[in-house]
């Protein structure tokens, strides 16, 4: 495939083949991420290699070491919990806020979104999935109206995806949740999804926890 057949941009292309790759466990916990030998696996230049990789590491997904090079995440339990804890902070405050501003548009948007993840069962698509709940989840919290919050939850949502990644996909699950969560959304309910996310949130700390490549 040439670059310009590639429905992505290049660097974005780069990522999500490098993201993909990391859920698949092909890159473990601590593997070094060669630009050059990405590039000849990909069929790219090393320059949007080096570009995506020094991208992924701003956000937390990947790790840089100056003299070394890029690296996946190591994986330890202290660490993902330590950033569900926060993201329970932030994510109430977003709730309060967000939840009485929510439109009837932003209901109709959250529902299809929800059609598109359940037709993502299998293992494979965890990718796409983890991209559609965050959409799903993000469309809430954008009516905060707080960039700072947005921000913060972002990078927390950010260094978080390589655990969730992890994870593999309970559509039967997820999905009865997530229609709970659009019910409370059309009630309006802020304490009653506050609840709601709580538990969610716990489920899936719980699942990358198990994960047998988590250390402590």
Avoid: C
Avoid at 161 to 174: E, F, K, N
Avoid at 177 to 182: I, P, R
């Amino acid at each position: 495939m040439t670059n310009d057949q590639r429905p992505e941009a290049l660097v974005a292309y780069i990522t999500r083949r490098v993201q993909t790759d990391i859920a698949r466990h092909k890159f473990p916990p601590g593997s070094r991420l060669s630009a050059s030998n990405l590039a000849g696996e990909y069929d790219v230049s090393h320059i949007p290699v080096r570009e995506a990789l020094s991208s992924m590491a701003a956000k937390g997904y990947i790790v840089h070491h100056r003299s070394r090079g890029f690296f996946t995440r190591e994986v330890h339990r202290e660490e993902i919990e330590d950033i569900y804890r926060w993201r329970q902070v932030l994510e109430t405050e977003a709730y309060r806020a967000a939840v009485p501003k929510i439109t009837d548009e932003d209901i109709a948007r959250m529902r299809t979104i929800l059609g598109e993840m359940q037709k993502l069962t299998q293992n494979e698509d965890r990718i796409r999935y983890m991209e559609l709940n965050r959409e799903f989840h993000f469309v809430v919290f954008q009516r905060a109206g707080s960039p700072i919050l947005l921000q913060l939850l972002t990078y927390l949502w950010d260094i978080s995806a390589p655990y969730v990644a992890l994870d593999l996909i309970d559509s039967d699950h997820a999905q009865k949740d997530h229609l709970e969560q659009l019910e409370l959304y059309e009630a309006r309910d802020a304490e009653g999804i506050i609840k709601a996310m709580d538990e969610h949130r716990g489920f899936r700390l719980d699942m990358v926890a198990k994960s047998d490549i988590v250390t402590d």
